[in-house]
C-alpha cells in the first residue's frame, strides 16, 4: 500500500505481531525483552502515527486536503493557466510523496491554506469571465432576434421569432442563475451557450426563407478563433502582418462553402 507512514508502520507491526503472536505470558515477556532497542527506536514515530490517524486529526484533514488540490491541478493545469498556484503544488507534492511527513504538518498546512486560497481566486476569475461570455451570446440573441423583425416578414413568422428568443432568454438566465463556483465542468456552459447561438441563427434563417426564398448559407466566426495561440501576443510590425495573414487565410477558406461569414 502507499500511504503516510507505510513502511515504518509494518516494520512496527513485525514487532507487535511477534510479542501478541503467543497467549503465554511468559512468551510475551520474552519477546518485548528481544525487540527492547526496536521498540523504544520507534516510540516516538508510533506517536506520530497516532496523532496523525486518530480520528478527527487535523493533520490527517490538511494531508488530504492537501492530496484534493494537487489532483485538481493534475486535472487542470492542462486547460488553463494555473501558474499562480504551480510553485505551492510543488511543495505539497514534495511533503506529500515522503513517507513520513509528519515533522512537516505544519508546513502543509500553511501551504494548503495559500492553495485553497489561490484555487478559489482562480475559480472566481474563471466563473466571471464564463458569465460575461454567456451574458455576450445573450445580447447576441437579443441583436439577432432585432435585426430579424426589421425584415420584411409576416406576423406569424415575426411571432415565431419572438417566442424561439423569449424561450432562449430563460435558458440563459437558468444558466446564469445555476453557474456557482462550485459549479463543475463550467466550461460546457460556454460550448451549450455557442450552440444555442448557432441554433438561433438557423432558426432565423429557415423562418425567413419560408415562402421559397433560398436560405443564405452563413457562418459566423469570431475574430479572435482566427489567430493562432502563439500569435495572439503582438510586439512588432511582424507580429500584426501574421495576425492579420492568420485572419485573411481563416476568413476565405469560411466562404468556401458559405454565400457570407458574420464577424463576432
Known sequence: SSYAGCTVAAEIYKD??????????????????????????????LEQL????KEGSNQQKNYQDGKQICEWYSQNCSLQDLSKLEPIVSQMVEIIGLDMPFTRMNDLANLVFQASTVKAEIIEDKLKRIKKRIEADRDTISKELSEALKAELKDDQKDRLQVKADEITCQYEGWLNTLTVETPNMDSYVTASSNTVSGFRRFITGVMSEGGETPVRAKHVRIIECVPTVNKKITSADDVEKVVDAIRQKLLAELDGNDEIDLG
Open 16 to 45: 507487535f505481531d511477534a510479542i501478541m503472536r503467543s497467549s503465554d505470558t511468559l512468551s510475551v515477556f520474552n519477546e518485548i525483552i528481544a525487540r527492547k532497542d526496536s521498540l523504544e527506536d520507534n516510540a516516538e514515530t
Open 50 to 53: 497516532e496523532a496523525f490517524y
